[in-house]
């Protein structure tokens, strides 16, 4: 797999910092051979949240572009679980303490008295985690819609915004799933969100960026921390009319394409995950080490680029693999 970042360098700028996702490793990742191209020396540290983070900083850079090339390789399995809601229990004070990190808003993960009273309207007096995790998943998935179904008519957030998705009903992975974990923290149910990219069978082999996807993990005692993705399920709860102007984009949306409603992958998204993803960070609101200028990051699904003390998006991803044979 190879991660390709290219920064545009201003003729005046002074100083670039870097900061870049590389692929974490969990209990269904491997990562194996990484290796990291660059005419700049990179280190490596920890963000706010854990994950690992790539550095680099060019003081008076003296070329007009920088590169960075990731390649490595991974095995991944599927994260599969059984998640029976009478395997787990409600969430203790205790329990709730401990996890208070993931009972916070963030800047655009909003809690507010409208968010909350429409949580206790779809969770009702349910307080076994699972059972309300399911109620807020399929009212989320139920009541948005994916903008890639009609783009000329829908479109995402900049920046992946809870309030956007539920005043639009739209947005794209990190809108819908920023909803459902407003819900989640609002319902006293600790959520965090998980970016990576999907593997799309389409892309095997082809020099195309690959983009990013996210999704939720919420916690349930006894069960631990399971996955959640609304906004999957969302593309498989209907039959989308498939157009010219939709059909690649929705197919490029799942990892596995897309060839009509399917409620078993409805089910499926809750608790469990395919493969064919690799995981780039978690969390909302990092705070970057070594720190930046202005404070937290809204998310780190590809690189965040500072230019003299301001962010910069001159920049293009490129995230390619190519499938080993088995």
Known sequence: MTNLLTIQVPQDAKNVRIWFAVPQEDADTIVHDFKVTSAVPVRYDTDSWGNRIGYAEVATPAQNQLTIQEDFELTRSETHNVVDAAATRPLTDAERSALSRFLQPTTYIVVNDHMKKLAASIVGNETNPVLAMRKLYDWTYQNVNYWVKDPDHLKASAVGSSEYC?????????????????????????????????????????????????????????????????????????????????????????????????????????????????????????????????????????????????????????????????
């Not at 923290?185 to 020099?207: A, C, E, H």
């Not at 157009?243 to 499926?268: C, H, I, M, P, R």
């Not at 910069?312 to 088995?326: I, M």
């Open 166 to 326: 539920l005043s639009s009903k739209t947005g794209n992975c990190t809108d819908i799933n920023s909803l459902l974990s407003s819900l989640a923290i609002s319902s006293g149910i600790p959520v965090r969100m998980v970016y990576g990219s999907l593997f799309k069978p389409t892309l095997n082999g082809v020099d195309s960026d690959a983009s990013y996807h996210c999704w939720v993990e919420f916690f349930a005692p006894r069960l631990g921390w399971i996955p959640a993705d609304a906004s999957l399920a969302n593309i498989y709860a209907e039959d989308i009319k498939l157009t010219e102007q939709n059909k690649k984009l929705v197919t490029l949306t799942t990892s596995t394409g897309y060839n009509g409603s399917d409620a078993g992958k409805v089910n499926f998204y809750f608790g469990n995950l395919d493969e064919r993803r690799v995981v780039w960070s978690m969390g909302r609101d990092l705070m970057m080490q070594p720190a930046r200028e202005d404070g937290p990051v809204n998310s780190l699904s590809k690189v965040y680029v500072e230019i003299d003390g301001k962010q910069s998006t001159n920049w293009t991803r490129k995230c390619s693999y190519t499938e080993a044979s088995l």
